[in-house]
């Protein structure tokens, strides 16, 4: 079970951004021209994802309290899943819940 408060907490408490990734149930996207979408009538895929690093000014930096950025581990699937943002807590709260799993190194939680 999940007892960490923030996801800050979580991650660096368990080695850091290279080691802690997420099965997300993800949808997988369409591209018409310059317009990407993806659709709730397809199946939702669980997929392993990371958290993109990104600059510590950024929105979506782990290193804020804000948003999280997740794209998929293996690169040859960011195409057809492109990545998912979430608010931090939302993306806790859903943890907690059960609905995204978390895996440290080889063990998923």
């Known amino acids: 079970m999940i007892t960490y408060h923030t996801l800050q907490d979580l991650v660096f408490g368990n080695g850091g951004i290279a080691n802690v990734t997420f099965i997300v149930p993800t949808r997988p996207i369409r591209v018409c021209g310059p ?26 930096s782990i290193h804020g309290t804000y948003k999280v950025r997740l794209i998929p581990t293996d690169p ?5 899943f492109g990545y998912e943002r979430f608010y931090q807590s ?9 609905v995204i799993k978390v895996k ?3 063990m998923v939680a």
């Open 35 to 60: 317009i990407a979408y993806s659709t709730s009538s397809d199946k939702e895929v669980p997929v392993e994802m990371q958290i993109e690093d990104k600059p510590e000014d950024d929105l979506d």
């Open 76 to 80: 040859k699937l960011r195409a057809v």
């Open 90 to 98: 939302d993306l806790m709260g859903m943890i907690r819940d059960g």
């Open 104 to 106: 440290i190194g080889e």
